[in-house]
């Protein structure tokens, strides 16, 4: 999509933000405002061996570059189409005699790609690199002295036969990777897979109640011939109706946390003080941490206080025993701290959206199928009444509270909330999107189902449970931490 020739967005000065994009005509819910490849990414290190470096995919089998024996492709197909990123790095690789960490690489693939293009790699950029913040006089000491490091790593690195930069612009590189860089998620959009950067979202501000979202499109890297490849691209789409000259936002952090918390970690990560609507009047926040009315009574501040604090000691035992895979004892701890803390705290409380969100994910891969979707069904219904009606994190939820009702046989609520996901996901993510693809085929088989089960509850039961007899459930995945299923928007270094 040509920026500067369709004029969707136009660079302004955001009062008391800096430099802003706003729209210069009006769009609606699920339109894609622009679209946009990477300068350079790359796959995280804990991954390199288990996603391939030039789609990003996620596969079983991955063959190995030959000659640096670190870059992995899915076949030669993607080695051919990642060959024009990876042949500097592939030979500075070689000659290091080691691989250097993902901040590293992903730096110098944009410095070579600068080097050989200049400032500006396509008509689409609206900004060049150097105008882009990199907040390196406002890092903590701690951070400063990893980026000593790695600055002092990446010059053993950089070829001598590549251009020479000065320690000032290779820094400047580090400090908008840093601040600026944005998480590349795996084909299904479930998992942050790498980073890379793209300069026009970069200039897309932030909002606790943003009017847009963004998603990775995978693109496709299916054809023989690299000619009918489509690229790896970020699209900034509109989460509602934007009005011309109205400003485009995007949340750094997830809005499921509390204001003062949100603006602390903007602080800390993103080096700006939140001023929204949301921060100033902490909208919300007696949700969140709250108590439980019933028939007019509420709890006093000092019980709900009480419960809040027992609530959150439990989550800390709780992520102890993911952490070693003890299930049972998840299940253990988080049922007596429901027992303990529901009938005091409000069903938005965070803290108990999250001990329902982990019951709900654990006892799914324990195969506890009624136990889970009643806790899934409870975590949805929070979100509900917290995020915004097209926030991407709800629409994953509804998504998983629909599959797991499905597994429990409650095929009228595993309908509903499979078309609530679809709903939403066709506008934070598209109709070409693979998960909204995957959506789309739940939601007709689950429509068929309701059909056969509204038609005969005791043939569509029978019958289920003969086809469920012949191909067993698979287990579900192993549940990730508490934190993995909302990330941040933007890659922080560790």
Not at 345 to 365: F, G, K, N, P
Not at 400 to 423: D, F, L, N, S
Request: charged content about 30%; proline content about 3%; some cysteine.
């Amino acid at each position: 999509m040509q920026l500067e020739r369709d004029r969707t967005v136009a660079i302004f000065d955001s009062p008391g933000k800096g430099r802003g994009l706003k729209a210069t005509k009006e769009f609606w819910a699920g339109d894609v405002i622009f679209s946009e490849a990477s300068i350079a990414a790359v796959v995280f290190d804990s991954l390199a061996e288990r996603i391939c470096h030039s789609c990003f995919r996620r596969q079983e089998k991955l063959q190995r570059c030959g000659q640096c024996k670190f870059a992995h492709y899915c076949d030669r197909t993607c080695q051919r189409a990642g060959w024009a990123e990876h042949k500097l790095e592939c030979s500075a690789i070689k000659a290091y005699g080691k691989v250097p960490n993902e901040n590293i690489r992903v730096v110098a693939r944009i410095m070579w790609r600068l080097d050989k293009e200049g400032s500006t790699v396509s008509d689409m950029q609206l900004t060049t690199l150097d105008e882009l913040e990199d907040h390196i006089a406002d890092m903590p000491e701690d951070d400063l002295k990893e980026l000593k490091v790695d600055i002092h790593n990446f010059l053993d690195y950089w070829p001598h036969n590549s251009k020479q930069h000065t320690i000032d612009d290779i820094s400047h590189i580090f400090g908008v990777i840093n601040c600026n860089g944005f998480s590349v998620s795996d084909q299904r959009g479930l998992q942050a897979v790498g980073v890379g950067l793209f300069p026009n979202l970069c200039l897309v501000n932030h909002d606790c109640w943003p009017n847009c979202t963004v998603i990775l499109n995978h693109g496709n890297q299916s054809a023989v011939n690299t000619m009918f490849h489509s690229q790896r691209r970020i699209e900034l789409r509109a989460l509602g109706k934007i009005a011309e000259g109205e400003e485009l936002t995007v949340a750094y952090v997830d809005f499921l946390n509390l204001s003062e918390e949100r603006q602390r970690l903007l602080k800390t990560q993103y080096f700006f003080d939140c001023t929204c609507e949301d921060c100033k009047n902490r909208i919300k926040d007696d949700m969140k941490i709250g108590g439980r009315e019933e028939d007019g009574v509420k709890p006093s501040e000092e019980q709900v206080k009480e419960a809040t604090d027992y609530c959150f000691q439990m989550l800390e035992k709780m992520e102890k025993a993911r952490l070693n895979g003890d299930y049972h004892e998840v299940v253990k701890i988080c049922r007596e701290c429901i027992e303990k803390t529901e009938p005091v705290l409000a069903d938005t409380h965070i803290y108990l959206l999250r001990m329902w969100s982990t019951m709900s994910e654990v006892q799914a891969y324990l195969q506890y199928f009624d136990d889970a979707a009643d806790y899934a069904r409870k975590m949805v219904e929070g979100y509900m009444k917290l995020y915004h009606p097209n926030n991407a994190a709800l629409g994953m939820a509804a998504m998983r509270a629909g599959v797991t009702h499905w597994q429990a046989g409650q095929i009228e609520v595993a309908h509903g909330m499979i078309c609530k996901a679809y709903a939403i996901l066709m506008v934070t993510h598209g109709p070409t999107h693979p998960i909204t693809k995957d959506l789309d085929a739940m939601r007709i088989q689950t429509e068929m189902e309701l059909r056969m089960f509204k038609q005969n509850e005791y043939v569509y039961h029978s019958m289920r449970e003969a086809a469920l007899k012949n191909k067993p459930m698979t287990m579900m995945h192993e549940p990730k931490s508490v934190e993995e299923g909302i990330k941040n928007l933007f890659h922080r270094r560790k």
